[in-house]
């Protein structure tokens, strides 16, 4: 993965593509600076990891531009986080996540709310950078409540 986005830095130079050249570098500093603080080298579970939460920190800067009446810097963002999802994952739709709760669920005997951490860590596991884990929360939340 982190040799991917080294190519496409510079594939991205070559053809002048500015945006795609910063947001990259935005990536690729990101994923060194987890290198760093983990004192080792990240595999792409990890760096899925670091992607995805530049992402949300992304879509909370649009919440935030849009509020402020500042379309254009949402827009910015945006085109960032269209970038950064190129490199992940595709994201689980509804009806996926929902089986894959209930798959949770199952195989970790989860039976009351004090299990969702059981089940929580069971969806981690097996669909790390494919699924939105703060609206799984409140799925698996209904499921065992």
Known sequence: MKARIASDIKAAMKS?????????RL????IQTAEIESKGTLDDAAVI???????KQRRDSIAQYTSGG????????QAEIAIIE????????EAAVTAAI????KES???????????MAILKAKYAGQMDFQKASAAVKAALG
């Open 102 to 105: 209930a798959d949770a669920v």
């Open 27 to 30: 990536v690729n500093a990101a």
């Open 16 to 24: 002048g593509d500015k945006a795609k050249v910063g947001t990259l």
């Open 109 to 119: 005997g989860a039976a009351s709310p004090k299990d969702m951490g059981k089940v």
């Open 49 to 55: 990891a670091v992607m995805t939460k530049m992402v």
């Open 70 to 77: 500042r379309a254009d810097l949402a827009a910015v963002e």
């Open 86 to 93: 190129a490199y992940l994952p595709k994201q689980m739709d």
